[in-house]
């Protein structure tokens, strides 16, 4: 693959009802059970160990994010707050086994940091593939491989991503990113959101069952209950795995905060019970930054832009810190100007920053799907699941006020922005939602497809996290082949939606065209599940619509 990168650029409405009311644990007290929870079996030592595995993310033309964890001693468990400063090194090189070193330098883990670090090296070649490490008191880190990013003026024949989103630990295993792994071919993998689950332990729909418990048991409200969850999920073999072979670009949905977070509070959040929601915004916030191979960007959040070469530049949005409440369904408050999913910044950077682009696509990394979404006239078994999953009134309005459908403003000013500048080849990348879609993002829904499709979307679903099938307790398909068709009807620019399955997808990018090809594990509840190509959908140049393809890149 030729070479394909700039640096990132920073560029009152009625309380919806809790989803469920949790009782919240003392704001104040950190359990040893459940900190030692997030410790893996036989893993106390008196010598520093890479616990939590290293990662990479946000490439750069000259540059990436290293990242890791040492447990310096036993009790420094994550969100301890225990444990000695140690100097931790690190080392980048070109081949497998570090013959030819070309940066190196060490940093201090600190309990500040629950002994986190990040090294952003600087001073590489474009377009390469390094290898990096990590060591500390003569101990070395598992190796890993990372790439950085094409020239930002490089012609580049190509570039593949996986996209992955929605991870409840509790609900199964992590096959899809070890899928993702196992494939050898991606210059990044994109995560679009809710990589951790807040949750307390069977609190999530899991079929009623909790395939594994994470930890801490109890709902994460404090700085130490969200390190001690993030501290869990880097155990995981799988995303260990995926975080060692290529660079990871992420952005936070609700979960990494609270089910339905907004900028001033959350369905999941009891104000007083639970303390402040901006208390707890930011101990989300900061363990986030510390847990993650994430640049903060602008105003400490995850809005940012990234560019590969003349193909792409792909741009980040934080759809959670700068949002208004979510309104009412049917309330008629979906259309109010002053009510914002963005925030005006954000708006007015991402209008800026489509405009000036000069790569041939423009990538959106999107947490909740913009396309527009009506129900229609589906029967009473199929609605109330899917009105479950989307936190929809069950009369039948249509409406999940949480994605951009309740911030109508903020979608009509961006598509007529595209529009108005002619402004193509603009594609959503989008997760949240636990189901696959393959969707046009029309002007004007109500008269589509007589009016013209604005941009595309492609929407993947979650890697464990309840999808309909899930919800309704039938084995998958069974829903999809009921509801899709009626959803379809009723949404004309939606070309494809699979309501049941769970997976991942895989983004491949040409001149002529965006390619998504959706695949599907066998069993989120097997840790050997295999995965499966299920459909692929592509966009090709100039035409701001969806189209199938009948075989995967």
């Known amino acids: 693959m030729t070479s394909r990168y700039r640096a990132p650029e920073g560029a009152n409405s009625p309380s919806p009802r809790r989803r469920t ?3 919240a644990a003392a704001a104040t007290a950190v359990l040893a059970g459940p900190l030692i929870a997030a410790l893996p079996a036989g893993a106390a030592t008196d010598t520093p160990a890479f616990l939590h595995g290293v990662a990479s993310g946000d490439p750069l033309p000259d540059g990436i994010l290293l990242w890791t964890r040492v447990t310096p001693t036993a009790e420094a468990v994550p969100g301890s707050g225990l444990g000695p400063d140690t100097e931790v090194s690190w080392t980048v090189a070109t081949d497998k086994a570090f013959t030819n070193i070309v940066a190196k330098g060490s940093l201090t883990a600190t309990a500040d940091s629950d002994h986190t670090v990040k ?16 060591s500390a008191g003569g101990t070395n880190s598992p190796a890993a491989r990372t790439r950085t990013a094409p020239a930002a003026d490089a012609n580049v024949s190509g570039l593949r991503f996986g996209v992955v989103t929605c991870a409840n630990w509790e609900a199964g295993y992590f096959s899809s990113y070890r899928h993702l792994a196992a494939r050898n071919d991606l210059d ?18 899991t079929r009623g069952t909790v395939v594994r418990p994470h930890a801490p048991l109890n709902e994460i409200i404090t700085l130490a209950d969200y390190r001690t969850r993030h501290g869990k999920y880097k155990t995981d073999p799988d995303l260990q795995a995926l975080h060692s072979k290529a660079p990871v ?4 949905d609700d979960h990494e905060f609270a089910d339905n977070a907004w900028s001033g509070g959350a369905v999941n959040h009891t104000e007083g019970a639970e303390g402040t929601w901006t208390a707890r915004q930011a101990a989300a916030k900061q363990a986030y930054f510390e847990w993650m191979p994430v640049r903060p960007a602008i105003e400490g959040t995850t809005y940012r832009r990234l560019r590969f070469g003349k193909l792409a530049d792909l741009s980040l949005l934080d759809l959670r810190s700068f949002r208004s ?4 369904s049917g309330s008629g408050a979906v259309d109010d100007p002053d009510r914002t999913i963005t925030g005006r910044a954000q708006l007015d950077w991402l209008k800026a920053g489509l405009k000036a682009s000069d790569t041939k696509w423009r990538l959106v990394g999107n947490s909740v799907m913009i396309a527009p979404f009506v129900i229609g006239s589906l029967t009473a078994d199929l609605l109330k699941p ?7 009134p069950q009369d039948g309005i249509g409406v999940n006020t949480d994605q951009w459908d309740g911030y109508t403003d903020d979608r009509r ?13 603009t594609v959503f990348l989008t997760g949240d939602i636990h189901m696959s879609w393959a969707n046009d993002v029309p002007v004007d829904a109500g008269t589509y497809p007589l009016s013209p499709s604005a941009a595309t979307e492609f929407v993947i679903t979650s890697v464990t996290s309840d999808n309909l099938d899930d919800i309704v307790k039938v084995p998958e398909g069974t829903v999809s082949a009921l509801a899709a068709p009626l959803i379809q009807l009723a949404n004309r620019h939606v070309h494809w939606v699979d309501t049941d399955r769970h997976g991942y997808g895989v983004l491949d990018i040409t001149a002529d065209r965006a390619q998504m090809d ?17 459909r692929s959908y592509r966009t090709r140049s100039g035409t701001q619509k969806v189209e199938r393809t009948y075989d995967p890149v």
């Open 386 to 392: 899917l009105a479950k999953l989307l936190d929809l």
């Open 21 to 23: 009311v949790v009782k």
């Open 518 to 534: 959706y695949y599907v594990l066998s069993d989120r509840t097997s840790p050997t599940a295999t995965a499966s190509w299920e």
């Open 249 to 252: 670009v992420a952005i936070w």
């Open 325 to 328: 409440q979510q309104a009412s």
């Open 413 to 425: 000013e961006l598509l007529a922005h595209l529009r108005s500048n002619a402004i193509g080849n």
């Open 119 to 134: 090294a952003d090296i600087r001073g590489l070649a474009p377009a390469t593939a390094y290898y990096f490490r990590f």
């Open 188 to 205: 990044a993998w994109l995560h679009l959101g809710d990589y951790i689950y807040e949750y307390k332990s069977g609190e999530y729909g």
